[in-house]
């Protein structure tokens, strides 16, 4: 068996292995040989042979490429030339050019490339020297005679090299002239799409499931994909096959260690194995785990030898193992040294404590079965655990203690309640929270306050979910009477719970009706957060500030909005539902100025992200916006169903809200549209005299009136509305209020008093570009006539007339780019319109987060927008993205 990269397995297990070859990779044909020089390095079973391979049938260069395969620890320079001549005259150029060499006793390694040099020189047709296993040419001086002949060959000559390992060739001036290709692990690896063909053409269908699952677990990794192909074969479960398919599995464990941990020294092999315990490891932990020094270094230098050890983060002072070596070397660890395990991880626990990263150092202490250290771990960290947005993370950390543990630790009961809180139906809440108290009872004396802080901030957490405003108040009240009586005991927290508290109060007022008192929360919350470092109190801040502001300013609720998601998609938060709630606004601000298609995409992002079931108040608000949506689009039905539906979670609040009535109001009108005035009529005098004496309540009578045919009674109805009497809340629906005015004069022959109307609704729409209103209640002769007799907002009407007309706000000439997109930048770009957040970007192209992160930022600023929404759009504009596809 070859020891070769991609053909180490073939003669044990036949050709199946030729379907990596099949597997058709554009991208990386386009990029070998572009160059005068081309290196592609990587680790051991990347298939780099089998795309080299691969290239040179595909692109018909059997006989103008020279196939130079170095034998395994190659030392005789002399042999390594013979073996470069040979090839060289199997070509169609080289066999004319270049003149045959025996082996000799005196044949200088030297003296070949000068007369290789000399036979090439009048070389004018293209040629490549493909050199595989370069990083087996063990001889310094041979490799000093490659640089040679690199450095002076002809220009039709290009070289393709393939290496395990960087290459110490000198090829820096080639990289500064921009004659070098460099081709890394991350470009070999495999994506999905690659991995399904590859699968169907060994004779495996995979379920989407499980072929996500395996392309994640071997990270694209062609050894490993060729491996699990094989095993797949036939397999009667092939989805548990592809969830437990590991680095410990037979064949998998066998080329590891044969091609990469037996490669390796004592002392290295020992330092993969102590660390194979971490996610990311660093030179200070590597130290720590194996009790020398020079640890940093080594990981160093296996990142450049390509051992599957990858450094993260732009200092480049953290490292990962691949996950299926390190599932090898973990195996490989408890197999030599089961009794030194836990003290691993109890060690690695602590320091990552001191460290700052709790979530790490909480699993390894569980890792370490060291309960009585991961509660109180947990319990010390769950507050700003909590204010980092890591929620998920707290979930996923209870789950990690036996049951046992939870019930018997005051604390850990504590916060398995708070964790439940903020799953559990509304019905269920209450239980949960005297399950809280009851567990604080049971905590020891000295950690009494601490508990009692967890608690209340679960209380504040509880009132905000239910849009509770007494019970937060109380809640915050509590929180502050707790952490007075526990100075200390969470250090530092006290900015940070003031921050909580703010931004909990103003969530809270906002979602209830009391904007000024949520905006003067929230801002103070998000500026405290911004202060203290907390960003993800800050994003929060700032979608909820959206949410307010629409009903004040449409420009600062968007540009509120796209902060917050700007903020969301720097941190991987655009699933949280606080992203939800700014796309809601966003989505609510754009239908109410007409751009209905831009309000859909938003919508579509918050129903994906808010939780509806176990938030009645969420499931009330977001199903208003897409009912007032497809009211826009004149579909009364679905809108209907949405008014209804908003309706039903609304039966569920435990307290009283203003958006109620409202949304009330807006079944009344979807009712009116379709004709069924009798069912309008009698669902109003359904309501309470309060409520019927409320703005949104007189708008929808007045509605109904006129489709009655009484317009006296509906200028009757809107009279309080119009004079002031009646208090809205947001002053759009005065241009509401004034449309159907205009509606009601005209039917009675009142031109002036019409045209007046319309003239106010214009301006109350002008500030905020409210036109939706203009489409729900055309007055299109009414809007002819003001620009006839002179107006002010004849812009306005011309872009009511469009909306009327059936058209979307014009598109603006897109901007050219500030500066041309890299390669890298590029790949980043054409996963956005996916909606992959940034961590599954980062997975699919086998890169770091903060990669991707660095590229996002450039790509921001070369398109010139603030962004991951505006890049899409411009980039569809500039042709650099595939137009959308538009929905059936």
Same mark, same amino acid.
């Given at each position: 068996?070859?020891?070769?990269?991609?053909?180490?397995?073939?003669?044990?297990?036949?050709?199946?292995?030729?379907?990596?070859?099949?597997?058709?990779?554009?991208?990386?044909?386009?990029?070998?040989?572009?160059?005068?020089?081309?290196?592609?390095?990587?680790?051991?079973?990347?298939?780099?042979?089998?795309?080299?391979?691969?290239?040179?049938?595909?692109?018909?260069?059997?006989?103008?490429?020279?196939?130079?395969?170095?034998?395994?620890?190659?030392?005789?320079?002399?042999?390594?030339?013979?073996?470069?001549?040979?090839?060289?005259?199997?070509?169609?150029?080289?066999?004319?050019?270049?003149?045959?060499?025996?082996?000799?006793?005196?044949?200088?390694?030297?003296?070949?490339?000068?007369?290789?040099?000399?036979?090439?020189?009048?070389?004018?047709?293209?040629?490549? =020297?493909?050199?595989?296993?370069?990083? +087996?040419?063990?001889?310094?001086?041979?490799?000093?005679?490659?640089?040679?002949?690199?450095?002076?060959?002809?220009?039709? &000559?290009?070289?393709?090299?393939?290496?395990?390992?960087?290459?110490?060739?000198? &090829?820096?001036?080639?990289?500064?002239?921009?004659?070098?290709?460099?081709?890394?692990?991350?470009?070999?690896?495999?994506?999905?799409?690659?991995?399904?063909?590859?699968?169907?053409?060994?004779?495996?269908?995979?379920?989407?499931?499980?072929?996500?699952?395996?392309?994640?677990?071997?990270?694209?990794?062609?050894?490993?994909?060729?491996?699990?192909?094989?095993?797949?074969?036939?397999?009667?479960?092939?989805?548990?096959?592809?969830?437990?398919?590991?680095?410990?599995?037979?064949?998998?464990?066998?080329?590891?260690?044969?091609?990469?941990?037996?490669?390796?020294?004592?002392?290295?092999?020992?330092?993969?194995?102590?660390?194979?315990?971490?996610?990311?490891?660093?030179?200070?932990?590597?130290?720590?785990?194996?009790?020398?020094?020079?640890?940093?270094?080594?990981?160093?230098?296996?990142?450049?030898?390509?051992?599957?050890?990858?450094?993260?983060?732009?200092?480049?002072?953290?490292?990962?193992?691949?996950?299926?070596?390190?599932?090898?070397?973990?195996?490989?660890?408890?197999?030599?040294?089961?009794?030194?395990?836990?003290?691993?991880?109890?060690?690695?626990?602590?320091?990552?404590?001191?460290?700052?990263?709790?979530?790490?150092?909480?699993?390894?202490?569980?890792?370490?079965?060291?309960?009585?250290?991961?509660?109180?771990?947990?319990?010390?960290?769950?507050?700003?655990?909590?204010?980092?947005?890591?929620?998920?993370?707290?979930?996923?950390?209870?789950?990690?203690?036996?049951?046992?543990?939870?019930?018997?630790?005051?604390?850990?009961?504590?916060?398995?309640?708070?964790?439940?809180?903020?799953?559990?139906?509304?019905?269920?809440?209450?239980? @949960?929270?005297?399950?809280?108290?009851?567990?604080?009872?049971?905590?020891?004396?000295?950690?009494?306050?601490?508990?009692?802080?967890?608690?209340?901030?679960?209380?504040?957490? &509880?009132?905000?979910?239910?849009?509770?405003?007494?019970?937060?108040?109380?809640?915050?009240?509590?929180?502050?009477?707790?952490?007075?009586?526990?100075?200390?005991?969470?250090?530092?927290?006290?900015?940070?719970?003031?921050?909580?508290?703010?931004?909990?109060?103003?969530?809270?007022?906002?979602?209830?009706?009391?904007?000024?008192? %949520?905006?003067?929360?929230?801002?103070?919350?998000?500026?405290?957060?911004?202060?203290?470092?907390?960003?993800?109190?800050?994003?929060?801040?700032?979608? @909820?500030?959206?949410?307010?502001?629409?009903?004040?300013?449409?420009?600062?609720?968007?540009?509120?909005?796209?902060?917050?998601?700007?903020?969301?998609?720097?941190?991987?938060?655009?699933?949280?539902?606080?992203?939800?709630?700014?796309?809601?606004?966003?989505?609510?601000?754009?239908?109410?100025?007409?751009?209905?298609?831009?309000?859909?995409?938003?919508?579509?992002?918050?129903?994906?992200?808010?939780?509806?079931?176990?938030?009645?108040?969420?499931?009330?608000?977001?199903?208003?916006?897409?009912?007032?949506?497809?009211?826009?689009?004149?579909?009364?039905?679905?809108?209907?169903? @949405?008014?209804?539906?908003?309706?039903?979670?609304?039966?569920?609040?435990?307290?009283?809200?203003?958006?109620?009535?409202?949304?009330?109001? !807006?079944?009344?009108?979807?009712?009116?549209?379709?004709?069924?005035?009798?069912?309008?009529?009698?669902?109003?005098? +359904? !309501?309470?005299?309060?409520?019927?004496?409320?703005?949104?309540?007189?708008?929808?009578?007045?509605?109904?009136?006129?489709?009655?045919?009484?317009?006296?009674?509906?200028?009757?109805?809107?009279?309080?509305?119009?004079?002031?009497?009646?208090?809205?809340?947001?002053?759009?629906? =005065?241009?509401?209020?004034?449309?159907?005015? %205009?509606?009601?004069?005209?039917?009675?022959?009142?031109?002036?008093?019409?045209?007046?109307?319309?003239?106010?609704?214009?301006?109350?729409?002008?500030?905020?570009?409210?036109?939706?209103? !203009?489409?729900?209640?055309?007055?299109?002769?009414?809007?002819?006539?003001?620009?006839?007799?002179?107006?002010?907002?004849?812009?306005?009407?011309?872009?009511?007339?469009?909306?009327?007309?059936?058209?979307?706000?014009?598109?603006?000439?897109?901007?050219?780019?500030?500066?041309?997109?890299?390669?890298?930048?590029?790949?980043?770009?054409? @996963? &956005?319109?996916?909606?992959?957040?940034?961590?599954?970007?980062?997975?699919?192209?086998?890169?770091?987060?903060?990669?991707?992160?660095?590229?996002?930022?450039?790509?921001?600023?070369?398109?010139?927008?603030?962004?991951?929404?505006?890049?899409?759009?411009?980039?569809?504009?500039?042709?650099?993205?595939?137009?959308?596809?538009?929905?059936?």
């Amino acid at each position: 068996m070859r020891s070769g990269d991609g053909l180490r397995f073939e003669s044990e297990y036949g050709a199946r292995f030729d379907a990596v070859g099949l597997v058709s990779r554009p991208g990386l044909s386009e990029r070998l040989g572009a160059s005068r020089v081309t290196v592609v390095s990587a680790p051991p079973g990347s298939g780099k042979t089998v795309l080299l391979r691969s290239w040179i049938c595909e692109t018909d260069l059997a006989a103008r490429a020279a196939w130079v395969p170095v034998q395994p620890d190659e030392r005789d320079p002399q042999r390594f030339w013979l073996s470069v001549f040979a090839a060289l005259r199997r070509t169609t150029s080289g066999a004319e050019l270049v003149q045959s060499v025996s082996a000799a006793p005196d044949l200088d390694g030297w003296a070949l490339v000068e007369r290789l040099l000399e036979d090439l020189a009048p070389l004018r047709e293209r040629l490549w =020297l493909v050199i595989d296993d370069v990083h +087996e040419l063990g001889s310094a001086e041979a490799l000093r005679q490659l640089e040679l002949l690199v450095m002076r060959a002809p220009p039709a &000559l290009r070289f393709v090299l393939a290496t395990r390992h960087d290459l110490r060739l000198g &090829l820096h001036r080639l990289r500064v002239e921009g004659e070098l290709t460099e081709i890394h692990p991350a470009d070999l690896r495999f994506t999905r799409e690659q991995t399904r063909v590859l699968l169907e053409l060994a004779g495996v269908r995979l379920p989407e499931p499980a072929l996500v699952t395996l392309q994640q677990r071997t990270e694209g990794w062609a050894a490993g994909l060729r491996m699990a192909a094989l095993s797949l074969a036939g397999h009667p479960d092939p989805g548990r096959f592809a969830a437990e398919f590991s680095g410990s599995e037979r064949t998998v464990a066998e080329y590891l260690i044969a091609e990469v941990l037996e490669r390796q020294s004592e002392h290295v092999r020992r330092l993969l194995l102590r660390t194979s315990i971490l996610e990311r490891v660093s030179g200070e932990l590597a130290d720590l785990l194996t009790g020398d020094i020079g640890g940093e270094r080594v990981l160093q230098d296996l990142e450049r030898a390509n051992a599957f050890v990858t450094a993260v983060g732009p200092a480049r002072t953290w490292f990962r193992y691949h996950q299926m070596f390190a599932e090898l070397l973990q195996l490989e660890l408890r197999r030599s040294a089961p009794d030194e395990v836990a003290g691993l991880h109890r060690a690695a626990s602590d320091r990552l404590a001191e460290q700052g990263f709790p979530a790490a150092a909480i699993r390894h202490a569980q890792a370490a079965q060291d309960w009585n250290l991961a509660a109180r771990l947990l319990a010390d960290h769950w507050p700003g655990l909590l204010m980092d947005g890591q929620i998920g993370t707290v979930h996923q950390l209870l789950a990690g203690f036996p049951a046992a543990v939870v019930t018997a630790d005051g604390e850990l009961m504590v916060i398995s309640a708070a964790d439940e809180l903020r799953q559990s139906h509304e019905k269920t809440e209450e239980h @949960y929270l005297n399950l809280a108290e009851r567990a604080v009872a049971s905590v020891p004396a000295e950690r009494k306050a601490h508990a009692r802080l967890v608690l209340d901030i679960a209380r504040l957490l &509880l009132a905000r979910h239910r849009w509770n405003l007494r019970g937060a108040f109380a809640a915050v009240h509590e929180l502050k009477r707790a952490a007075a009586q526990a100075p200390g005991m969470i250090p530092d927290l006290g900015d940070d719970l003031r921050a909580l508290a703010l931004v909990g109060l103003g969530t809270t007022e906002g979602t209830i009706g009391h904007l000024e008192d %949520a905006v003067r929360h929230l801002e103070m919350g998000a500026a405290l957060a911004r202060r203290i470092g907390r960003p993800y109190l800050e994003f929060t801040s700032l979608a @909820y500030q959206a949410q307010a502001r629409m009903f004040g300013s449409f420009t600062l609720a968007i540009e509120l909005g796209e902060q917050a998601m700007e903020l969301a998609r720097r941190h991987g938060w655009t699933e949280e539902p606080a992203a939800g709630i700014a796309c809601a606004a966003l989505a609510g601000t754009q239908t109410w100025q007409g751009r209905l298609a831009e309000a859909d995409r938003w919508l579509q992002h918050a129903d994906r992200t808010l939780r509806w079931e176990a938030q009645p108040s969420t499931g009330m608000s977001i199903r208003v916006v897409q009912g007032i949506l497809e009211l826009g689009r004149g579909r009364n039905t679905e809108a209907l169903a @949405y008014f209804q539906a908003s309706e039903r979670f609304a039966a569920r609040l435990s307290e009283p809200n203003l958006m109620v009535t409202a949304l009330r109001a !807006f079944r009344l009108q979807a009712l009116v549209r379709l004709g069924r005035t009798e069912t309008a009529a009698a669902g109003f005098d +359904e !309501f309470d005299a309060a409520e019927q004496h409320s703005a949104p309540m007189h708008l929808a009578l007045a509605a109904l009136r006129i489709a009655e045919g009484a317009p006296h009674a509906a200028i009757a109805a809107l009279a309080p509305v119009l004079d002031g009497s009646l208090p809205v809340l947001w002053r759009g629906w =005065l241009t509401q209020g004034h449309l159907l005015e %205009a509606t009601a004069r005209d039917a009675l022959g009142e031109p002036d008093a019409a045209e007046a109307a319309v003239e106010r609704a214009l301006e109350t729409a002008a500030p905020s570009g409210a036109v939706l209103w !203009f489409l729900l209640y055309p007055v299109s002769e009414l809007l002819d006539r003001r620009v006839q007799h002179g107006t002010g907002h004849t812009v306005l009407i011309a872009e009511i007339k469009n909306l009327l007309a059936g058209h979307q706000p014009p598109v603006a000439t897109p901007r050219p780019l500030v500066e041309a997109l890299s390669d890298s930048e590029i790949r980043v770009l054409r @996963y &956005l319109p996916t909606h992959l957040s940034t961590p599954e970007i980062a997975r699919e192209l086998s890169v770091s987060r903060n990669t991707v992160k660095s590229h996002l930022r450039n790509l921001y600023t070369k398109l010139g927008v603030h962004g991951r929404d505006e890049a899409i759009g411009h980039a569809r504009a500039l042709g650099l993205l595939a137009p959308a596809t538009r929905r059936r």
